[in-house]
């Protein structure tokens, strides 16, 4: 038996297919989602890569037959256990992440988030949406990370959980070194919910040194998650 929340939410999800009917996230064909067939064709797969952060390797290693760490995880294992992007964050998916983000079309949210079904499911108990602060969230109008990890949590029937918050605000990452990147989020995270024992999964869309899953993988493990995985709708 449906529970009045879905039943609610599934009305809300016919109303918007009404609004914004099926179109590619890129160009705006009519039709097709999350890309028509010419923008899925232009999208770039991650390489086979460290078994941990998935940063490419050369090709001559045989990474798809013998998966070895990366330089960086081996000198320095990450607190994310492991950490998957579908595609490059190239072409047309940058351009409808840039839209999803930058332009207000957080419609793009639910057929994104069929991506973060594209690549390693993740073996969690949760999924946790990296949070923007609440000075970012007003200017925005709403939190990507957020929308994407409810329509996964749909995708994958494995819970969302709200249990980040974002306790001070950051410069925006863009530009920044990872040195840089690390000390920008040094403590920007605390937990408000129980996660004691609980493999979680973070989501958010975009990983580029991952930095911002580190700091937020910090604050959960201290907080007694046995295990942070992560999930982005690319990789920079």
Known sequence: MHSVHQIVRRSFQSLAELVWPSRCAAC?????????RACAGALLECP??????????????LPALIPRRCARCSEEPPLVHT?????????????????FKYRGHEHLARPLSSLLVATQAPRVDAL?????????????????ALLLARHASDRLRVP??????????TRPQVGLS????????????????????????????VYT?????????????????????????ARA
């Not at 705006?28 to 028509?36: T, V």
């Not at 998957?84 to 839209?99: Q, T």
């Not at 949406?129 to 970012?136: C, G, K, V």
């Not at 969302?160 to 605000?169: D, G, P």
């Open 48 to 61: 086979p890569g460290c078994p941990v952060c998935g940063q490419p390797q050369d090709e001559a290693l």
């Open 83 to 99: 950490a998957r992007a579908p595609y490059v964050y190239w072409g047309p998916l940058a351009d409808a992440i840039a839209a």
């Open 128 to 144: 946790v949406p990296i949070p923007l602060h609440s000075a970012r969230l007003r200017s925005r109008g709403f939190d990507q």
């Open 28 to 36: 705006e064909a009519l039709g097709e989602e999350p890309f028509c």
């Open 178 to 205: 990872r040195n840089d990147r690390r000390a920008n989020v040094r403590g920007a995270f605390t937990v408000r919910e129980k996660v004691e024992g609980r493999a979680v999964c973070l989501i958010d869309d």
């Open 160 to 169: 969302m959980l709200e249990a980040l918050e974002r306790v001070r605000a």
């Open 209 to 233: 040194t991952g930095a911002t899953a580190e700091a937020a993988a910090l604050s959960l493990l201290n907080a007694g998650a046995r295990r942070v995985e992560l999930r982005t709708l």
